[in-house]
């Protein structure tokens, strides 16, 4: 399966975005759903994540009350909605499967196989 982004964009600061990452070539095949964001210089971020097969969603402490994540079973994809956002939100944010057999879903190196990011700017 591949995963590919879309949504992100250039904003200012207090505005919203809504990220796509559809499942292309076969249902998404593993049970949880992460996203991560990586601003240039820095590390991979954990934002949030969600589960392909219960209600359970799980967030950064930067993502909790700003951010929420859903999925549509029906269209094969997951969607980060991002509220309130700020400049520091700037990043390429990835979505990214977890490794069957991973529990630990805010590290980057539990999650096999990635789309290719989508840029998001946010302005002062």
């Known amino acids: 399966v591949q995963l590919v982004e879309s949504g992100g964009g250039l904003v200012q600061a207090g505005a919203s975005l809504r990220l796509s990452c559809a499942a292309i070539?076969?249902?998404?095949?593993?049970?949880?759903m992460g996203w991560f964001r990586q601003a240039p210089g820095k590390e991979r971020e954990y934002v949030a994540a969600?589960?392909?097969?219960?209600?359970?969603?799980y967030y950064s402490d930067s993502a909790k009350g700003r951010f929420a994540v859903s999925k549509d079973w029906a269209k094969n994809t997951g969607y980060l909605e991002m509220n309130n956002l700020k400049p520091d939100d700037t990043a390429v944010y990835y979505c990214a499967a977890l490794k069957q057999g991973s529990y630990v879903v805010i590290l980057a190196s539990n999650y096999d196989t990635w789309g290719q990011g989508t840029q998001v700017t946010v302005s002062s």
């Open positions: 969600i589960s392909w097969t219960s209600e359970s969603t």
């Open positions: 070539g076969d249902t998404f095949n593993s049970y949880v």
